[in-house]
C-alpha cells in the first residue's frame, strides 16, 4: 500500500479479507452473498427473475401468500420469496444486462443447497409495436 496515494491505501485496507480467491463467491461474515445480499435459507430452490421492479411486484401478487418476505441489497436486487401452490418460489428483480443475471447464477447457486432451477422472464430487448408491454 506504500506506493499507493493515500486515499487509495485507506480503500485497498478497508478491503475484506475474502477477496483472495476470485474463483469463490465471496460472502459477508454473516453468510450474505455481496451482490444478492441473501444468506443460505432466504432464496428459494426455484428462482422466477426479471429485469423490473414492477415486473416482479406483478408477479409477487401471484403468490399464494399475502405478506411474502420481500429484501433489497445494496447492488439494486430485490427479492421476494413465497409460495405457489404450497411450493417455495422466489422472485427475483435482477435490472439490466448478462452481468447482473452472472451474479444471481452465482450468487444463488452459493447459498441453495441442493437441485435449483431459475427461469428469466422478460423481453430481453425485443422492441416491436406487435409486442404489449
Same mark, same amino acid.
Given at each position: 500500500?506504500?506506493?499507493?496515494?493515500?486515499?487509495?491505501?485507506?480503500?485497498?485496507?478497508?478491503?475484506?479479507?475474502?477477496?483472495?480467491?476470485?474463483?469463490?463467491?465471496?460472502?459477508?461474515?454473516?453468510?450474505? +452473498?455481496?451482490?444478492?445480499?441473501?444468506?443460505? /435459507?432466504?432464496? $428459494?430452490?426455484?428462482?422466477?427473475?426479471?429485469?423490473?421492479?414492477? !415486473? #416482479?411486484q406483478r408477479l409477487r401478487d401471484l403468490l399464494d401468500n399475502p405478506?411474502?418476505?420481500?429484501m433489497s441489497s445494496p447492488r439494486g436486487f430485490t427479492t421476494f420469496?413465497?409460495?405457489?401452490?404450497? +411450493?417455495?418460489?422466489?422472485?427475483?428483480?435482477? /435490472?439490466?444486462? $448478462?452481468?447482473?443475471?452472472?451474479?444471481?447464477?452465482?450468487?444463488? !447457486? #452459493?447459498?441453495?443447497?441442493?437441485p435449483m432451477i431459475i427461469v428469466r422472464y422478460g423481453s430481453c430487448?425485443?422492441?416491436?409495436?406487435?409486442?404489449?408491454?
Open positions: 500500500n506504500r506506493n499507493l496515494p493515500p486515499r487509495w491505501a485507506l480503500a485497498a485496507e478497508a478491503m475484506p479479507s475474502y477477496y483472495t480467491d476470485t474463483n469463490t463467491i465471496p460472502k459477508e461474515p454473516d453468510g450474505r +452473498v455481496t451482490h444478492l445480499g441473501r444468506k443460505a /435459507g432466504e432464496v $428459494a430452490q426455484r428462482i422466477l427473475t426479471v429485469g423490473s421492479l414492477s !415486473r #416482479a405478506s411474502v418476505a420481500e420469496t413465497g409460495t405457489v401452490l404450497g +411450493v417455495p418460489v422466489s422472485i427475483v428483480a435482477t /435490472g439490466m444486462g $448478462a452481468p447482473m443475471m452472472d451474479f444471481l447464477v452465482r450468487e444463488a !447457486r #452459493a447459498i441453495v443447497d441442493g430487448g425485443g422492441l416491436t409495436l406487435q409486442a404489449a408491454p
